[in-house]
């Protein structure tokens, strides 16, 4: 059994920053990449950042150079350094971690950033 716990939502004015947290645990696999997805009300859901084993990351361009993504392999943990929070960028943040074996895929419950004056 893997948990995925997401940390960090919260209500922020526009132009603040939060960081959001995402720790693996349980019967851990080796995992290969961890990143963030959003979904805002009436939206599908996209991926917002991604990085993997070795470091590297990828952005939606609507982030890039907004939010940093981080990793620490040690503890199966992720981060997501989200800076100048727009009104747009309000979703419900969700952590994927997946596994190098395409079956170790999960989801984390997702935790609610608001962007508001």
């Known amino acids: 059994q893997v948990q995925v716990v997401e940390s960090g939502g919260g209500l922020v004015q526009p132009g603040g920053s939060l960081r959001l947290s995402c720790a693996a645990s349980?019967?851990?696999?080796?995992?290969?990449?961890m990143g963030w997805h959003r979904q805002a009300p009436g939206k599908q859901r996209e991926l917002v950042a991604v990085i993997t084993s070795g470091g590297r990351p990828n952005y939606a361009d609507s982030v890039k150079g907004r939010f940093t993504i981080s990793r620490d392999n040690a503890k199966n943990t992720v981060y997501l350094q989200m800076n100048s929070l727009k009104p747009e960028d309000t979703a419900v943040y969700s952590c994927r971690v997946t596994g190098w074996d395409p079956a170790n895929d999960y989801w984390g419950q997702g935790t609610q950033v608001t962007v508001s004056s």
């Open positions: 349980g019967s851990i696999f080796s995992i290969y990449a």
